[in-house]
């Protein structure tokens, strides 16, 4: 919350007549749940203080998966911290775990399948309940997990899930 109010004050110098925004070095980096309200680009943070809710932003979230029927919520998985979004497509879940990378994804009763996103290792696992998650392996004790519940049989899950974990990678470190 100080980081957004950091990025909007104005510099230290008053010049009557001239606004001007602060310089770089005046303020503290965004912390990634910036987007989530402003739309604005996410930056990268280490994992341990990324806000699941802001690793994608809400237009884009909304491009892939139509307008939200509730706002984002934060939660906890586990010992996952997790967020919660609902669109008109689906729902989907993005989970930031600290202790538990690739190795810890666990097919119960789906296929797990190793892929990549945007090059980076995943694994996708389908289950019988049309659930789709892309795990996105950051290290080897700590991953993102994207996990999409498609409304309807209109959808492909691991579709959209994929879709979304190419928005979120860029933004892991």
Known sequence: ???????????????PGIARRASTADISPPRVSASTTTGTTPSKVSLADADPCGLVTRP??????????????????????????TAQKAAFVLAVRT??????????????????????AARELLDEMRSCGIFLGVTDSSR??????????????????????????????
């Open 99 to 120: 202790n538990t990378g690739l190795s810890g994804v666990q097919p119960n009763g789906g296929e797990i399948k190793e892929t990549s996103v945007n090059g980076r």
């Open 144 to 173: 993102v997990d994207v996990v999409v519940n498609a409304v309807g049989t209109d959808h492909d899950p691991c579709a959209l899930a994929k879709q979304v974990a190419e928005l979120v990678e860029p933004r892991l470190p």
């Open 60 to 85: 884009e979230a909304e491009g892939v998966l139509g307008r939200y029927r509730r706002e984002p919520e934060r939660k906890k998985l586990g010992t996952a911290a997790a967020c919660s979004f």
């Open 1 to 15: 919350m100080t980081s957004l109010l950091a990025l909007t004050a104005c510099a230290t110098e008053v010049v």
